[in-house]
């Protein structure tokens, strides 16, 4: 069983920057990272291939998240600069080998607990 565990997380004002790591205890093929805001649906934020180090990531957040992994480790990344208080949610790692939408919650079967992400204005 693969498991997953973030941390970095916090409260920022809008404009400043936060780090998030995602620790995965096996190797996967895809590592992305999604978000939940109270009262709406799971949505993809980024994620890049394990091998190849290739990078997607929502229009929401382009040219202000960057994704990236350290494979020694195990360990994926999320740095996001020029956070807006939309960004406000809880944060979660997911891992898989994702066939048909990296977007899609229902690629990945393992998950962490998630780290909550408060931008205020």
């Known amino acids: 069983q693969v498991q997953l565990a973030e941390s970095g997380g916090g409260s920022v004002q809008a404009g400043g920057s936060l780090n998030l790591s995602c620790v995965v205890s096996e190797y996967t093929f895809t590592r992305s990272w999604f978000r939940q805001a109270p009262g709406k649906e799971r949505e993809a934020v980024a994620t890049i291939s394990s091998a190849a180090g290739r990078t997607e990531y929502a229009d929401s957040v382009k040219g202000r998240f960057t994704i990236s992994r350290d494979n020694a480790k195990n360990t994926v990344y999320l740095q996001m600069n020029a956070l807006k208080p939309e960004d406000t949610a809880m944060y979660y790692c997911?891992?898989?080998?994702?066939?048909?939408?990296?977007?899609?919650?229902?690629?990945?079967?393992?998950w962490g607990q998630g780290t909550q992400v408060t931008v205020s204005s």
């Open positions: 997911a891992a898989g080998t994702v066939y048909s939408g990296w977007w899609k919650p229902s690629e990945y079967n393992f």
